[in-house]
């Protein structure tokens, strides 16, 4: 098999190598010019060196990190494109809740921004009823909120414009890209406050009504949600449920729903009952095209969802990396285990998911029932150190090696993936698993990782060090805002696969400190 | 506690994919495949609305939509049984409510319609059956639905609902003055018997209601996309359907695809990997700046891969582009950056494989033109959102977008003729999509392989490499 040293290469052309690992993302709602800014070399001393440009000649350089090929500009070129294009082609976006209480405004806020942020588009909450908390420090009881207490409702606007002008700080000086506006947002009016707002900074808004009538639901909601909320810390359940009913009645006073006729040029969805319906209203562009789709993905009845790697493999016994070896004697072993434990779960249609390797489908046949193979959870591809042991790459791709302990998130093997690849790869595996109810997800250490972060909300310099033990089931089930994590070893030996950032992540380093965190192998 | 064997796994030669095997060495039938859509039934598409409403566009859209991501559907236009069945059209009479012969014959041709959707999705191998009518009557929809019922379908309606003169003129304009009804006809008479046709429709029209179709599933399509209702996405196959319906639209623009200048492994014959451009290469970039500048293109985006080769030609154009990793070249595994000859040479039977089934072939570490279509799918659905747009990419992948455009089969797909140097401007017309190749004339290698005849594992070197393109 050639193989080519990338590194190598990437060493001819550039100089001085770029180390940046800023985010860089070339995703399709990628703004062009983030692509070509964070991986522009500095200008340097260098450029007496390399021959000088003609305009005529395209000289590229790649980005050590991520593998991304750049244009190599001298010093003395200015940006070569768009100068006439403003720095964000792609505007910020403000999504706008709009609904009574209990509506699941917060719900939806919360889980739409984890999920954006987790497929890198940076998104934050502003939840206007924690600014309240926070300007009133002690809530008494519903009449705070009756429409004509005047004193509170100068508070409650107060709080939405320091809200908003949060919002700003976060577009501006926060790199955010979408600000999610959690508040009730009844009225025309507030609307039009909002709106006024944002067209005169500049921002896109995108409406989500939620609108449920069903009593059965609401009540739900204010015993998962409301009855632990800092508004109620001192009350008897019956009691908080009483004002919470009569705060709903305030606000239902003055509630106009988006209208059809009046609003028709307003981007909005509305959902009705927990989305047996939906009305979409003019998407403007991909990222409100995505939120309308993950919004009608989504759902509320209760399932789990039980992630687990394959049984230990023969290639994990001696340490390598990649590959597509079967299952050691250990692994066939935990295979049986896992599927006596599905079994115990007592589980209706339960659905079986593996990757295309062979590991995960020996494991999944230890079951005994049907599982789908989906290519997109394949193990992380390695590129050139497929198959080898850490103590290899540590020989052969020292900085390689280094490299990815510097940026393990944003790090590409030459001719190989990177975790920020692996999510974008991934991402209509998590589409998918919102659509259904119970299903166990058989695949791989990187891959787990990634399904993890989503929905246990860790960050990108969190995933790639998550531990995915092998031989250990998680079990995930959706409560509240967030996700209940249980954890269950299936009592079968294993190696451990886990290497942690060692201290010395320099370029230089002594191969011992690169090793440092390598775990035992035979 | 039971202990299940061990299970032994084979691999699948051609797909690569690992499944149980028996005892005996051979494969069980195997498991699942992740395929778009595991649902067990049949769906049922079901159009509804008044005449040039675009009905029949969205259902020939979807229909080529589903098929290129792998769903076998077919549409089944009821409009086309009711001419078959009457060979003349004379006037809109037919259509008026009160002509009791007319119902008559346009009921039978729906049912012959249905009878052969039943036939398409239970004998033929069929998933989805998208039944292209007016069904405009609460009536008509409940005989779909019972039906759908008796056979186990899932049904979803598709609704488009448009008040637009404009849009409705222009729909009638671009492709019912073709139809075979108005073959005799000038522009003016065809024009105002149609008028007429969609008046005959509209006072029997029931739109889906909110309240009286509460249960039913649907995606109402209101003025061409700006609103959409959507009630009870029952399963992925249809939220599927409804995303696609909502990132489609109709405002003229056109799709530019050609593939980087040529690159240093292209003429050593090498396929796959990760070279620059060679002088002619770059010739070529400059040619596709001219070519682009004349075309004068509104707000032209620009795609590449992640490439050396594909960003290499961007360059030359001067303008912001965006890189796709999704468009980068097939991956060829353990044959990257091989000749053919050499394939040949050390993978004999891996090559012939290929030549056997070129679509589902994956090479060894590897992917195949099924797994492309797949990784390709966003970067469809993002140009189908898209206005003007030049696709820079490569040939497998280029192959697959130009199999969507075209709704060419899986069977065509893998030799589609992508030659270097070559854009091909694709607008959408009618129902479909007209192509015009530009050849920059810039010369290059031909990388075009075609199918050679003897495709036989024991077949000689000379057979294998007969239709293999000269290089240096």
């Not at chain 1, 954006?116 to 300007?135: K, S």
């Not at chain 2, 995606?219 to 939220?239: A, E, F, P």
């Amino acid at each position: 098999m050639m193989m080519m040293n990338r590194a190598a290469v990437a060493q001819d052309v550039a100089e001085p190598q770029q180390r940046d690992a800023g985010t860089g993302r070339t995703a399709r709602f990628q703004r062009p010019h983030d692509i070509l800014t964070p991986h522009r070399p500095t200008p340097s001393h260098t450029s007496a060196v390399l021959p000088a440009m003609s305009k005529n000649e395209t000289q590229l350089t790649q980005n050590p990190l991520q593998k991304i090929w750049v244009p190599w500009m001298n010093s003395k070129l200015s940006r070569r494109r768009g100068s006439s294009v403003p720095q964000f082609t792609n505007s910020p976006t403000m999504i706008v809740m709009v609904g009574l209480p209990a509506r699941g405004k917060t719900y939806i806020s919360k889980k739409l921004t984890r999920y954006l942020n987790w497929i890198g588009v940076p998104t934050r909450v502003f939840n206007v009823g924690q600014y309240r908390r926070d300007a009133t420090r002690i809530y008494n009881n519903y009449e705070f909120f009756s429409a004509d207490n005047e004193e509170a409702m100068k508070i409650r606007k107060a709080c939405a414009i320091t809200a908003l002008q949060d919002v700003c700080a976060y577009f501006t000086r926060g790199q955010g890209q979408v600000a999610v506006f959690d508040a009730t947002n009844t009225t025309s009016e507030r609307r039009e406050l909002i709106l006024s707002f944002a067209q005169g900074n500049g921002y896109k808004v995108f409406f989500v009504e939620s609108i449920c009538d069903d009593p059965e639901i609401i009540a739900e909601n204010i015993k998962q949600v409301k009855l632990s909320s800092p508004d109620y810390v001192d009350c008897d359940k019956e009691e908080a449920v009483t004002d919470f009913l009569k705060r709903i009645e305030c606000y239902k006073v003055n509630y106009v729903p988006l209208d059809d006729d009046k609003d028709r040029n307003l981007s909005y969805i509305k959902i009705f009952n927990v989305g047996s319906r939906y009305l979409v209203n003019r998407v403007q562009d991909h990222i409100q095209s995505r939120i309308v789709y993950y919004l009608m993905n989504i759902h509320v009845t209760p399932r789990s969802i039980y992630l687990s790697r394959h049984g230990e493999s023969e290639l994990n016994v001696i340490g390598r990396i990649g590959g597509d070896s079967g299952l050691s004697p250990g692994g066939h072993k935990y295979a049986n285990a896992l599927g006596s434990y599905m079994r115990g779960q007592n589980i209706p249609d339960l659905k079986v998911w593996t990757s295309h390797m062979k590991r995960t489908i020996q494991t999944a046949e230890g079951l005994g029932v049907q599982y789908e193979q989906w290519k997109a959870l394949n193990e992380i591809d390695a590129g050139v150190c497929e198959e080898m042991m850490y103590e290899e790459i540590q020989q052969n791709y020292p900085e390689e090696f280094a490299l990815r302990d510097q940026d393990k998130y944003r790090y590409r093997y030459p001719k190989g993936e990177s975790y920020e690849d692996l999510v974008q790869r991934l991402e209509p595996v998590i589409m998918e698993l919102e659509r259904q109810e119970n299903v166990l997800v058989i695949c791989h250490q990187a891959v787990m990782r990634c399904l993890l972060a989503y929905f246990l909300d860790k960050s990108a310099d969190e995933l790639p060090y998550l531990k995915c033990p092998l031989h250990t089931v998680l079990k995930l089930t959706p409560v509240a805002y967030g996700c209940k994590v249980e954890s269950v070893f299936l009592h079968v030996e294993a190696v451990n696969t886990h290497r942690d950032k060692p201290e010395n992540v320099d370029i230089d380093r002594d191969p011992v400190e690169a090793l440092e965190t390598v775990p035992d192998h035979i | 506690m039971m202990e299940t064997f061990p299970c032994e796994l084979t691999q699948n030669p051609l797909r690569k994919i690992w499944m149980p095997c028996k005892k005996n060495g051979l494969p069980e039938k195997h498991i699942s495949q992740r395929r778009v859509c595991m649902t067990n039934c049949p769906t049922l598409i079901v159009t509804v609305g008044l005449p040039a409403r675009g009905k029949t566009y969205i259902s020939k859209k979807l229909t080529r939509y589903l098929n290129w991501i792998g769903v076998p559907t077919k549409e089944f236009n009821v409009g086309q049984y009711r001419r078959e069945c009457l060979k003349i059209y004379k006037s809109f009479e037919f259509f008026q409510p009160d002509n009791e012969e007319g119902l008559k014959v346009r009921r039978q041709c729906a049912l012959a319609a249905l009878k052969d959707v039943r036939q398409y999705l239970l004998l033929d191998g069929g998933q989805v059956a998208v039944f292209d009518a007016t069904n405009t009557t609460r009536e008509r929809r409940g005989t779909i639905t019972k039906f759908a019922e008796q056979n186990g379908f899932k049904v979803f309606f598709v609704e488009s609902v448009c008040e637009d003169q404009d849009v409705i003129a222009e729909n009638i304009v671009q492709v019912k003055l073709d139809s075979p009804d108005y073959i005799d006809c000038n522009t003016e008479e065809a024009i105002a018997d149609f008028m007429k046709r969609i008046k005959c429709y509209e006072s029997a029209y029931q739109p889906l209601d909110e309240i009286l179709d509460r249960n039913l599933s649907y995606i109402k399509i209101m003025d061409v996309g700006r609103r959409y209702l959507v009630n009870r996405v029952l399963d992925h196959i249809q939220s599927r359907i409804v995303y696609y319906l909502m990132n489609s639209h109709i405002s003229p623009r056109s799709i530019y695809l050609c593939r980087h200048g040529e690159s240093d492994l292209n003429i050593t014959g090498r396929i796959g990997g990760d070279a620059g451009l060679t002088a002619r290469g770059k010739e070529f970039a400059k040619c596709l700046l001219k070519f682009i500048h004349d075309q004068d293109i509104n707000d032209l985006k620009v795609w590449t891969s992640q490439m050396k080769r594909t960003i290499q030609t961007a360059e030359a154009l001067g303008v912001p582009y965006e890189q796709w990793k999704a468009l980068n070249e097939i991956d060829a595994g353990v044959c990257e950056e091989m000749m053919y000859e050499e394939i040949q040479e050390h993978y004999p039977l891996e090559f012939a494989l290929r030549d056997q089934d070129k679509y589902r072939y994956r090479y060894p570490k590897g992917e195949s033109y099924e797994d492309l279509v797949q990784r390709l799918e966003p970067v469809i659905m993002e140009l189908e959102r898209q206005g003007n747009v030049l696709v820079i990419c490569h040939q497998a992948v280029m192959r697959c977008l130009l199999a969507y455009f075209l709704d060419k089969s899986a069977d065509e797909l893998p030799y589609l003729e992508c030659p270097l140097h070559t854009v091909l401007k694709l607008t959408p017309v009618a129902y479909g999509c007209k192509v015009e190749p530009v050849c920059l004339s810039v010369e290059a290698v031909n990388t075009q392989r075609d199918r050679p005849e003897n495709v036989d594992v024991q077949r000689t070197t000379e057979d294998a490499l007969h239709t293999m393109p000269a290089h240096f």
